[in-house]
């Protein structure tokens, strides 16, 4: 066999078990059904680091994918509200991780104007985007008792 086709062979044994690794140990696909991914981020209430896991875990869980400078986000802020509101008694959690990569100070001020009940966590680094894959804001990703994703609401892109 010449020089030229080990080379090609090689690269395509490369390809293959690059890609089989990755299948295999890069993140899975977000999508209805799945297991929510945990992520961790700050909760601007109490200044700790919160996990989703740990945190909701048991309860059903809207999460809201937001920042302060998202138009459709700052429209659907009261919506969400009220929502919780109504369905808080029955054991509803709802919570809303914004990307901002400004100072927590500054996020919460933000949303201490629209008098929330719900928790309000801080993901700085924005990581959670690349964890739950999203294509924009707001998204939002609700959650059962066990943690399993039951339906996606993407975000609204012309």
């Known amino acids: 066999m010449s020089r030229q086709w080990m080379l090609v062979l090689g690269i395509v044994a490369v390809l293959v078990g690059g890609t089989i690794v990755a299948v295999k140990f890069g993140p899975s696909h977000i999508e209805v059904g799945v297991e929510a991914p945990d992520f961790q981020a700050t909760n601007l209430s ?3 680091l919160v996990s989703l896991r ?3 875990r048991g309860s059903v869980t809207l999460v809201n994918i937001w920042a302060t400078w998202c138009e459709p986000c700052k429209k659907e802020i009261p919506a969400l509200d009220s929502l919780y509101r109504a369905l ?3 054991g509803f959690r709802l ?3 914004s990307v901002d990569t400004d100072a927590p100070e500054k996020v919460k001020a933000f949303m201490d104007g629209f008098n929330v009940a719900f928790d309000v966590l801080h993901d700085r680094e924005r990581k959670i985007e690349q964890t739950y894959q999203t294509t924009g804001v707001p998204e939002s990703f609700l959650l059962d008792r066990e943690g399993r ?7 609204d892109h012309p």
């Open 46 to 48: 109490s200044g700790k």
């Open 54 to 56: 740990e945190e909701y």
């Open 88 to 90: 808080a008694p029955e």
């Open 95 to 97: 919570v809303a991780v």
């Open 149 to 155: 994703i039951q339906r996606i609401v993407y975000a």
